[in-house]
């Protein structure tokens, strides 16, 4: 995977070396449910990725495919998602796991 640095441009390539998925693939139906209320089905994952000198982050994203779409209509919806470091991620998940929600 590459990413692109919105300041200078320069690319910088990453790799995808582990994922847990919210449901995993093969758990979505053939079709997406047709609803008909305009929403399209997500499948959320988070990413650990390797990136050069060994430095290494978590990504939170998510896929897409449209009511009624079939397996091969999933695109990737998560152009903008949160990317943070290991040491980053971990403090987050604290702070949420310390809430009562």
Do not use: C, H
Request: glycine content about 10%; proline content about 6%.
């Amino acid at each position: 995977m590459t990413f692109t640095n919105p300041t200078t441009g320069d690319p910088i390539q990453g790799r995808i070396v582990d994922e847990v998925w919210a449901v995993e693939p093969d758990d979505f139906g053939t079709l997406a449910p047709d609803t008909n209320d305009g929403w399209r089905e997500a499948a959320f994952v988070a990413q650990l990725i390797e990136w050069p000198e060994a430095y290494r982050s978590v990504r939170f994203t998510y896929y897409l495919r449209p009511q009624g779409g079939g397996s091969g209509s999933w695109y990737f919806g998560g152009q903008y998602a949160a990317s943070m470091s290991l040491e980053e991620y971990r403090s987050r998940l604290g702070k949420l796991q310390q809430k009562r929600w």
